[in-house]
């Protein structure tokens, strides 16, 4: 692993969201309930616990205690259709950081229902986080989850009114094009999040 004299650390966050709907059914559509959530719905998640940025190799690079998350679905999803939605640049927040922490870009996002189970496997693309670096580092270091989706995490969800839906990132970023042959080649962000809308929310009407 090379050595880290990053000012910034450029990160990419978060692809469309591909959510199958009732056990039963073709249709891949998203559930609070027995309601239908259709294209327009707003997910609203909060950081759980504190977030690390590290590179593969297990070097920390920046923490934080608070984070959210706010997207929006694009479609109702459908028999054979996914769900997708994409995050704003405002939609990507965090707080508490050891290092100052912004997003730069928002994402796409995409759930992949789980068959047999209320969960999701999450996808992503797009966004970019940057990770402000102790000045004696200096350079900066930018990373993505690349042009094609890759994945972000396990979501799982819930049917019994007031609890929370989970999500647990775990997601390996590469270094962009035009980084110092001295940038990490990879960075890992491991975050755990609660979705506080809608509550609940899950992947089957059952």
């Known amino acids: 692993m090379k050595r880290i004299n990053s000012g910034?650390?450029?990160?990419?966050?978060?692809?469309?969201?591909?959510?199958?709907?009732?056990?039963?059914?073709?249709?891949?559509?998203?559930?609070?309930?027995?309601?239908?959530?259709?294209?327009g719905t707003s997910v609203q998640l909060s950081q759980s616990g504190t977030a690390s940025f590290t590179t593969?190799?297990?070097?920390?690079l920046d923490t934080c205690t608070g984070s959210g998350i706010t997207g929006k679905t694009s479609n109702s999803g459908g028999s054979g259709v996914n769900v997708t939605g994409t995050i704003a640049?405002?939609?990507l927040t965090f707080s508490g950081c050891t290092k100052t922490t912004d997003t730069l870009e928002g994402c796409g996002f995409e759930w992949e229902h789980i068959s047999g189970t209320l969960n999701w496997t999450v996808w992503w693309k797009g966004c970019k986080i940057t990770i402000e670096m102790a000045a004696e580092f200096g350079g900066t270091c930018s990373y993505t989850a690349g042009?094609?989706?890759?994945h972000l995490g396990t979501f799982k969800g819930v049917t019994v009114a007031g609890v929370l839906?989970?999500?647990?990132?775990?997601?390996?970023?590469?270094?962009?094009?035009?980084?110092?042959?001295?940038?990490?080649s990879d960075v890992l962000w491991v975050a755990n999040y609660s979705a506080t809308s809608p509550k609940p929310l899950h992947a089957t009407n059952s």
Do not use: K
Not at 13 to 33: C, D, F, K, N
Not at 168 to 181: K, P, T, V, Y
């Open 56 to 60: 593969t190799g297990g070097t920390v």
């Open 165 to 184: 839906a989970t999500w647990a990132i775990r997601a390996a970023l590469i270094a962009a094009a035009g980084n110092s042959f001295l940038c990490p």
């Open 147 to 150: 042009s094609s989706r890759t």
């Open 89 to 91: 640049t405002s939609g």
């Open 8 to 39: 910034l650390v450029v990160l990419a966050a978060i692809a469309a969201t591909v959510l199958a709907g009732p056990g039963s059914a073709s249709a891949t559509e998203m559930y609070s309930g027995a309601t239908t959530l259709g294209a």
